[in-house]
């Protein structure tokens, strides 16, 4: 297993993906949207996890990614980027992304575009939704997506997420929570 499919292993056993998923998805606030059965990598895709998520109210699916953090020596522990599919919720493709911390802002950058970051508590997700499509489509046709995000305390971290492997694992994500309320 590589080391991010082996980090994001560990946090799925330690439960900290239901509570990513609890602070930066509002619509997940209800207990019935907590996993209540297997939370499960189920494929790796180059350098992302697709897994699945039981819940009473149906499957979640991500498609998963870690990052290289710089500066060296700062911990990437808890830092990802999610992509979640909700039949459910009517949600598909949804970009969420955690820190390990509470950054003071954030924005995403692949190639020459600049995605502002709205942020609260360790997570953040894409502040204007109708750039969401055009995040997403950045992210299959870029090689590498960077991350900046400003510590409340100082400094700037930037997370650099290879995204080799993301449209596959994207894909598969979505066929994993294939329902036919949401149309392709």
Not at 36 to 62: F, L, N
Not at 102 to 110: D, E, N, Y
Request: contains cysteine; charged residues 25%.
């Amino acid at each position: 297993m590589r080391p991010g499919a082996a980090r994001l292993a560990r946090v799925l056993g330690s439960g900290l993906l239901s509570g990513f998923c609890l602070l930066t998805l509002p619509a997940l606030l209800r207990a019935d949207d907590r996993p209540t059965g297997v939370t499960t990598v189920v494929a790796i895709h180059g350098e992302w996890s697709v897994v699945v998520a039981e819940t009473d109210r149906g499957k979640q699916c991500y498609a998963a990614g870690t990052p290289r953090r710089l500066p060296k020596g700062v911990s990437a522990e808890g830092a990802f980027v999610f992509v979640t599919t909700r039949p459910q919720d009517q949600v598909r493709d949804e970009f969420a992304a955690e820190f390990g911390y509470a950054p003071a802002g954030a924005v995403a950058k692949l190639g020459a575009e600049t995605f502002d970051l709205a942020t609260r508590d360790d997570g953040a997700w894409i502040r204007d939704r109708a750039d969401e499509v055009r995040l997403i489509d950045a992210m299959r046709s870029n090689a590498h997506m960077t991350v900046h995000a400003m510590r409340a305390e100082g400094g700037v971290t930037v997370d650099i997420y290879s995204l080799s492997g993301f449209a596959d694992a994207l894909a598969q994500a979505r066929r994993e929570c294939a329902d036919g309320a949401l149309s392709n």
